[in-house]
């Protein structure tokens, strides 16, 4: 009787196509291997043809050291690689391949043709090969480099050939991972093809240059610089202004020693220094490189590398996160800078409206600047618009408690009108100096001046963001933010309340709460946080509560920031709110003295800055 269980070791070739099915899942893949070597044999110029989105020819052309003749025989044998692996410094990258499967894969599954010729060698090599049959060597001339040839990807194995996907998708991920290379590598010359078309041609620069030639000029404009490092690591590279996040995760770069990488911790630890900067629902945009000794990763988890283990993640995520929020903290994010970046290319456009010629607007406000914006008399345009032609009343006695039910534009039409009625605050004396003051706008915002033009600020949202970081700061231990009461108060707690209450139990009392359980769901409140405005002691720590529970549906975030922008949201002022000069002035300074003053807690603006140039402008004053 025949054995039935006998093990057989696998003929090399079979051994290849299943080596292949995970390093060759798709034309894509091979792009990226064949691109990786040419990185690794130090190419500066590397060419890449794809036809019928690399199904029909992947053609990869680079001037890198090439292939000496002996090795290339060898290059298509598995396990065959030349890339040793040393301890190198942090600076210095590995190769990307180190495995020494890629050409044999890619052999064992399409037609492949490896020219190759060494810097000292008269001639070059060549080396055709056909799955299945013998490989022939034969001498060529050509310069120095190599050039790899894959045809008909697949051919002899239908089920994978079967399972690609439409000649665009496939095209897509290609062009991903050479966007991806280019960006990375920003001295590199790359050039790209599809069938004929040129798709870049990118000459080795500066990589926001590069950022620009590549994705554009819109998000290389709108990048903040990013440069951390520590003795273990360094990060370097960008991150978009919140205005360019997007609803999809496309604007997401993040390499490992210049390797791209997937890791969906450290994506969440980028979007968490991001989180109270932007919307819900919608992803920053980033480009960073992690540089990291290599020792520090294992590289060799998956064989297409896509996904990485570190020995300490916490520690790279924690990094992540401090490299990001430093920079988005120095970088000033309010809209103000928006506009002006914009100076360079005017931002209006004009556009034909019904009855005279054309309207001009703002591309990036969307708002009706003027009519045709040079030979228009403004005078006349703006005395037609019925807001200004009322004539409106400013003195004290009508507008009680300070707050002036007037419009910022009327303010600067008739700041004269107004100083004249000395209405706000004077915070210095010299009367040569311009006067500081604050005036409440509808009971939501504030207005003042500042030394380049003037600010609007959201009431609410500034007092939630100077709370935020209050209670951040408290809980963190970094100063106590509790007063006693003078006669303690009861509340009830329902069961899921007391659950959360327990499980928040220390970050509670660091934010300034302290409470003891009298009976169950029964606390007696000793002390509340500083800010908690006097009346509503009572129903603070159940507001803050339910307040948290709203927030952790709405948003990810940890249960600090959660419970910082609660209480925050809870204890702030609320529009509405009638506010002295006094306040003003006083919410206003420490606002300014905020880490991040420009949005609440929340992602919403918290100052928007009208600067001289710009109204100007706006105005038409171009001179
Ligand atoms: P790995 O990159 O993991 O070493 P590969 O199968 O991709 O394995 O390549 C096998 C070997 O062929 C490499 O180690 C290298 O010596 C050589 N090689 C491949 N492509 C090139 C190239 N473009 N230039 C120089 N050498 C190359
Ligand atoms: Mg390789």
Redesign the pocket.
């Known amino acids: 009787m025949e054995e039935k269980n006998k093990i057989l070791i696998l003929p090399d070739f079979i051994a290849n196509q299943i080596a292949a099915g995970e390093v060759v899942q798709r034309p894509e893949s091979v792009v990226k291997?064949?691109v990786?070597?040419?990185l690794?044999?130090g190419?500066t110029d590397i060419a890449v043809f794809v036809k019928t989105a690399g199904k029909q020819l992947i053609h990869?052309v680079?001037n890198?050291?090439?292939?000496s003749k002996s090795?290339l025989e060898l290059?298509?044998r598995r396990h065959?690689?030349?890339?040793l692996v040393t301890a190198e410094d942090l600076e210095e990258i590995r190769?990307?391949?180190?495995?020494?499967?890629?050409?044999?894969s890619i052999a064992s599954v399409a037609f492949l043709e490896?020219r190759?010729k060494q810097n000292d060698d008269v001639h070059g090599w060549k080396l055709v090969s056909e799955p299945m049959k013998k490989e022939v060597l034969s001498p060529i001339n050509m310069d120095n480099?190599?050039q790899?040839f894959v045809k008909n990807l697949f051919f002899n194995v239908p089920a994978r050939r079967k399972f690609l996907k439409s000649d665009l998708t496939e095209f897509r991920y290609i062009s991903d991972t050479m966007i991806k290379f280019a960006v990375i590598r920003p001295d590199i010359r790359f050039t790209f093809y599809d069938n004929e078309n040129l798709i870049f041609d990118v000459s080795p620069s500066e990589p926001i240059k590069r950022i620009e030639n590549i994705l554009g000029k819109n998000i290389a404009s709108s990048l903040i610089p990013v440069e951390y490092s520590n003795d273990v690591l360094k990060i370097s590279g960008f991150i978009g202004e919140p205005l360019i996040a997007k609803q999809s995760k496309s604007g997401q770069y993040l390499f490992l020693n210049q390797r791209s990488i997937v890791s969906k911790a450290l994506n969440y630890a980028i979007f968490s220094s991001f989180e109270h900067l932007l919307e819900k629902k919608s992803h920053p945009f980033y480009l960073l490189n992690i540089t990291l000794d290599p020792r520090q990763v294992d590289v060799n988890v998956h064989p297409q590398k896509h996904e990485v283990k570190f020995e300490d993640e916490k520690y790279i995520y924690n990094a992540l996160m401090k490299a990001v929020g430093q920079a988005l903290a120095k970088s000033n994010l309010t809209p103000e800078i928006v506009l002006n970046k914009q100076d360079i290319e005017a931002p209006f456009s004009k556009v034909s409206s019904d009855d005279d010629g054309f309207i001009v607007v703002n591309k990036i406000t969307g708002e009706v600047v003027s009519g045709q914006q040079n030979n228009v008399d403004h005078r006349s345009k703006f005395s037609s618009q019925p807001s200004f032609q009322k004539n409106k009343d400013y003195s004290l006695e009508k507008s009680e408690n300070k707050n002036f039910d007037i419009s910022a534009f009327d303010f600067m039409f008739n700041k004269k009108n107004i100083e004249n009625q000395n209405l706000g605050v004077l915070t210095s004396s010299e009367s040569e100096k311009p006067l500081h003051m604050y005036w409440q706008v509808h009971k939501k915002y504030i207005c003042t001046q500042t030394d380049k033009g003037f600010l609007i600020v959201d009431q609410h949202a500034a007092h939630e963001r100077i709370l935020y970081e209050k209670a951040l700061k408290a809980i963190n231990k970094e100063f106590s933010y509790s007063q006693d009461l003078l006669f303690p108060i009861e509340v009830e707690l329902d069961a899921s309340r007391r659950l959360l209450a327990k499980e928040l139990e220390k970050d509670i009392i660091n934010l300034g709460f302290v409470f003891e359980e009298v009976s169950n769901g029964k606390l007696k409140i000793n002390a509340v946080p500083l800010d908690v405005m006097s009346g509503s002691e009572a129903e603070s720590l159940v507001g803050i509560l339910e307040q948290y529970e709203e927030e952790s549906r709405l948003r990810e975030s940890t249960a600090r920031d959660n419970l910082a922008a609660s209480f925050s949201c809870k204890a702030a002022i609320k529009t509405g709110k009638v506010l002295s000069g006094d306040e003003m002035k006083k919410l206003i300074d420490e606002l300014f003295n905020c880490a991040m003053p420009y949005v609440c807690p929340h992602g919403r603006p918290v100052i928007i800055e009208f600067t001289i140039p710009e109204l100007d402008r706006r105005f038409g004053r171009m001179d």
Request: glycine share 14%; aromatic share 8%.
């Open positions: 291997e064949l990786e070597n040419s690794d044999a190419a990869v680079d890198g050291f090439g292939i090795d290059s298509i065959a690689t030349s890339k190769t990307y391949g180190f495995r020494g499967e890629a050409l044999a490896i190759s480099g190599t790899v």
